[in-house]
């Protein structure tokens, strides 16, 4: 099973659950504004979620001025935490859902 290590001001934390790095990064780090839209939004992963969920790459790379790299190793990010998350469970956590694990 991998280990997440939330690389966010280079923390170094590391955690067994990637539930617990989302809901670390959300509650420890201080919230960031998007450089596309404004939007405020926890840093790390829900930051990369709305960047690419909700702006095209092009928006991304000027916003950003980021590289093709930087695009894709955010894009990998994205995709490795979805298919190993439970998201729901994350936003009932950090909604207070006591029942939550």
Sequence with gaps: MPRWECAI???GEVFERVEDLIVHQSIEHERIACKVCGAVLPDGYFAI???FDEHSRAEYVRAYDADASEVRRRENV???I???A????VID???GDESAP
Excluded: F, V, W, Y
């Design 9 to 11: 001001d280079a923390d």
């Design 49 to 51: 979620r709305h960047a």
């Design 78 to 80: 994205k995709e490795s």
């Design 82 to 84: 979805e298919e190993s």
């Design 86 to 89: 439970d998201i729901r469970e």
């Design 93 to 95: 956590r950090l909604e």
